[in-house]
């Protein structure tokens, strides 16, 4: 009898050791995930303020005289949104995690796309992305554009401006001063045109002779009609020079190119930092 109700009595239930285990792996998650979420949110600013400071920026030296669809407005009004997206999965992200990730992703993704284009990583295809380099030179090349742009850089007065700022220079200290690349390309004559300098919008061409205009246009295949293009006259200097319409298109292309690598850069930070919230979200789920 005594060994068959030691028989029945109940085994005494074994220590549960995993729980405290698995509840600080989940704690540490928790705190891992609460991290990124703050690194997410301080990452996310730039790209809520970048895009303020597009919609109230002014339009850059006659560039809208190019067209150019509402691309600031456009790309200021997306960056705000995907400021309010990526804080919105931050907050509420943890509940419908794959939901979140993908709501997140889509327009980070673009923002990417978006970036590429305005680089020019993506030479022909970038021809139809507004304010792309490609789309920019094609732009800049017709006359119809250049005729409107020329005029607004002469009422600029940015080569008058540069005739006041370096007035009584000698022909040295002007081949110093360090010139933006309009003023480089539409007030002065190329350098290799040897003409002699007066002033910084009046130069002599002491070289008129045709054999030199034909030997010069040869050597200089993009550039090459710019020596007998230039006029003394103000209303005129170089501004149908090819290195006119090179300075303007590269001013416009750094400007863009800028931001560019700002949407590409952001976009990689925050779609790595996402993906991260997301693996420690899951790990802890699956730990709790």
């Known amino acids: ?117 305005l680089i020019g990583a993506y030479k022909i295809e970038s021809r139809a992305m507004p304010d792309s380099p490609m789309w920019l030179k094609l732009r800049i ?7 409107d742009i020329k005029t607004c850089l002469y009422d600029t007065l940015t080569c008058a401006e540069l005739g006041s ?39 002599i061409n002491t070289r008129k002779s045709k054999e030199y205009q034909e030997l010069n246009y040869a050597s200089t295949s993009v550039l090459g009609g710019d020596c007998s293009t230039w006029d003394n006259a103000q209303n005129k200097l170089c501004y149908d020079c090819e290195a006119c319409k090179q300075g303007f298109l590269r001013t416009l292309q750094q400007r863009w190119k800028r931001l560019g690598i700002f949407l590409v850069l952001m976009a990689v930070l925050l779609i790595c930092t996402h993906v991260l919230i997301f693996v420690a979200n899951v790990a802890d789920k699956q730990k709790t």
């Open 141 to 147: 090349g017709q006359s119809v554009y250049w005729n």
């Open 1 to 117: 009898m005594e060994e068959n109700s030691a028989r029945q009595q109940p085994a005494e239930p074994k220590p549960q050791v995993e729980a405290p285990k698995q509840s600080r792996v989940s704690d540490k998650m928790k705190r891992v995930a609460g991290i990124l979420n703050i690194l997410c949110f301080i990452l996310s600013l730039p790209v809520l303020a970048a895009g303020i400071s597009l919609l109230y920026m002014r339009n850059y030296d006659c560039e809208g005289l190019l067209r150019v669809p509402e691309m600031r407005l456009v790309i200021g009004v997306a960056m705000i949104l995907i400021f309010i997206i990526i804080n919105l999965v931050i907050y509420y992200g943890s509940r419908c995690l794959m939901l979140g990730l993908l709501a997140v992703m889509i327009p980070l993704m673009i923002m990417f796309i978006v970036g590429f284009a």
């Open 165 to 203: 700022r370096t007035m009584g220079l000698t022909s040295y200290e002007f081949s110093t001063e360090k010139l933006s690349l309009i003023e480089s390309g539409c007030c002065k004559p190329p350098s290799f045109c040897g003409m002699q300098y007066v002033n910084a919008t009046c130069w």
